[in-house]
């Protein structure tokens, strides 16, 4: 209930009035969206906490000009692999077997699976794949900082290219994928603020098959 209670609370700020977030909370966000599950536990993603302020003014530009992207306390953005490879997919299995401290036939079998599946598939059929599996986190991210009672704003309205030339992502191997404005609500400056949430009502959003 207390969850429910702080999603209820939270909405897509429209404006932040620059108060700063703790480091303490902002961490516990970051451990959320890290604990994301994602396909095959490959965590094809990373996560950028832009604080520097020249750096977010140069982002505003190309994400419509939208006051959150500066007037925020950090900006996350996450960026998706721009494919699957061999090395990223061993990395990650390699990392498993290395916490767990045991190899498993059947996870190393898995693993040649995905080995021979992914590396050969459309760079961009892989990173739409990959961009999903950040989102999940992003939504994880998003509850969060709702139970942090730190604002929370998506945004997919920014030309991504862009911002991958600002952050240099593609000599990483990685693409913006959706960004994530936190910070606190500046109530007096915010049309949104005041509204009530809107939502489907359940009997039109879940259908349950018995």
């Known amino acids: 209930m207390e969850l429910l209670n702080k999603l209820k609370w939270r909405y897509a700020a429209k404006a932040m009035n620059g108060k700063k977030v703790s480091e303490e909370k902002v961490t516990r966000i970051l451990e959320?969206?890290?604990?994301?599950?994602?396909?095959?536990?490959?965590?094809?993603?990373?996560?950028?906490?832009?604080?520097?302020?020249?750096?977010?003014?140069?982002?505003?530009?190309?994400?419509?000009?939208?006051?959150?992207?500066?007037?925020c306390s950090h900006l996350l953005v996450f960026a998706a692999w721009d494919t699957y490879t061999e090395d990223r997919i061993n990395h990650m299995f390699d990392?498993?077997?290395?916490?767990?401290?045991f190899k498993n036939e059947g996870w190393e079998n898995y693993r040649q699976m995905l080995l021979s599946t992914y590396p050969q598939k459309d760079a961009e059929d892989n990173f739409n794949h990959a961009a999903k599996q950040a989102y999940i986190a992003f939504?994880?991210?998003?509850?969060?900082?709702?139970?942090?009672?730190?604002?929370?704003?998506?945004?997919?309205?920014?030309?991504?290219?862009?911002?991958?030339?600002?952050?240099?992502?593609?000599?990483?191997?990685?693409r913006s994928a959706v960004l994530l404005p936190l910070g606190y609500r500046a109530e007096d400056e915010d049309w949104l603020v005041n509204l009530?949430?809107?939502r489907k009502p359940m009997d039109e959003l879940v259908t349950v098959i018995e």
């Open 32 to 71: 959320a969206a890290r604990l994301a599950p994602t396909s095959s536990g490959l965590q094809p993603f990373e996560i950028f906490v832009i604080k520097n302020q020249e750096i977010k003014e140069k982002i505003r530009p190309i994400a419509w000009n939208q006051s959150v992207i500066t007037d």
């Open 196 to 198: 009530v949430k809107v």
């Open 139 to 174: 939504s994880q991210a998003i509850t969060a900082a709702a139970y942090e009672q730190v604002d929370a704003t998506p945004i997919e309205g920014f030309d991504p290219d862009a911002v991958d030339e600002i952050l240099n992502l593609r000599e990483k191997g990685l």
């Open 95 to 101: 990392l498993t077997n290395e916490i767990r401290g």
